[in-house]
Structure formats: C-alpha cells, structure tokens
C-alpha cells in the first residue's frame, strides 16, 4: 500500500513523493514507511535544484530530509508539526563536520531531531524566553531523538550556511524557519528568515522551509 497504492492516489491530491537522487536522501527509512514523505510538485522541484547546487559546493554531501506532508488532504496534520499539512513545507536537516572539520552525511540522532545546537552564553536564548512564557513544548523534540548517535560530530557553519543560501535563491521560497542565535551566528540574511514562534518548536536541530 504505501510504496505502489498510496503514490497513484497522491496524484489526486496533488503531491507526491520526494524524489530521491544520489544528492537528496531521507534521513530514515521510516520517513517513507510512514508517508511523511509527499510535497506538490513545485516543492519537489525547489529540492532537486537545491541538492543539485548545494553539491556542487560540497562534493559527496547530500540535502537530507526530515519530515515533509502527508499524501493526502489539505489541513490534516503531520503530528507534532503545526504546519506541515498542505504539501508546501519540509524540514531539513543541519549539516555536520567530523573532528577533522571535514564535511560528513552523519547526523547526531536517529529521527534527525532532539539534538540541539544551542545558544552560547553570549547568543540570544530564544529557548529560555519561550519555556520562561509557560510554552513548555519548545524544546520537546529532546525526546523524540529514538537514539543519539555520531557523538563525535558537530554543525559545519559553512556548510549550513551554504544550503540555506541555495534555499534563499529559489525563488519559489516563502519562509524558513531557525532559531534566532543560529541566524546571527552563520550570518544570514534575507526577510524570508523568520522566527516560528514560541507555541512552535525550536529550530536549532533542523530548518524548515517553506514555497509559496
């Protein structure tokens, strides 16, 4: 049903699947056993020319994802996301370095989630002033790691930043989502890079990114 059934019907609703190339992956397999995996075309689209670019900078580094949609109907939810429901947005991941500095596919957790880049004593703590407003779900995702792996990495700023900056040149693009001492630190700039909100999650393991 989910690999031969479910995409002929996802049609209908206008989404399918991430198409996976040697320049994009899932995270996990479950993603997919789980058919968290669907966007509409454009989106799929946006991921293909993303990875394509994003490579050519980092050779052997791919653009991973995490959850997308559901393959059908409009406003379902994709628990625990709030947004994830009309086949336009996808999380993805951070990208890592090993201790040598080189560039790795590695991920710290199992899911792709719950291991946090947090902020340094001298970086805005958007987590402590959202938690501090009684919004005690903005570090949640701490528990839904399913295992932490790869302790000996840690975030390439470069490289992070080199994929978001492919993200900001497609025009496609509405908004991203990250944490606001992780904008700062890596320098980006743009207005399509906006804070979530303090009744979302934190953003400080992934981005999430959304077309118009």
């Known amino acids: 049903m989910t690999f031969i059934v479910v995409p002929y019907f996802a049609e209908f609703f206008g989404r399918e699947k991430i198409k996976e190339t040697e320049f994009i992956k899932a ?4 993603t997919k056993f789980l058919n968290r995996n669907y966007v509409n075309p454009e989106l799929n689209k946006v991921l293909d020319k993303v990875s394509i670019d994003f490579e050519q900078k ?8 995490l959850d997308a949609n559901f393959p059908f109907i409009d406003d379902f939810p994709l628990l625990p996301h709030l947004s994830h429901n009309d086949g336009k947005k996808i999380d993805l991941s951070l990208v890592y370095q090993l201790e040598n500095g080189a560039v790795t596919n590695k991920k710290p957790s199992i899911s792709g989630y719950g291991v946090f880049e947090s902020a340094k004593k001298n970086e805005f703590n958007q987590n402590e002033i959202c938690k501090g407003r ?16 790869n302790k000996g990495i840690k975030l390439s700023e470069t490289a992070t930043r080199d994929m978001i900056n492919s993200i900001l040149n497609q025009n496609e693009l509405s908004k991203i989502f990250i944490e606001p001492h992780l904008k700062r630190r890596m320098g980006l700039q743009g207005d ?21």
């Open 134 to 149: 009684g919004h005690w779900q903005y570090d949640f995702t701490k528990y839904l790691t399913f295992g932490k792996i």
């Open 58 to 65: 980092h050779k052997g580094i791919q653009l991973i994802y």
């Open 27 to 30: 995270n996990t397999f479950f």
């Open 192 to 212: 399509k890079i906006r804070f979530h909100g303090c009744k979302a999650v934190r953003h400080d393991d992934h981005i999430h990114i959304q077309i118009k």
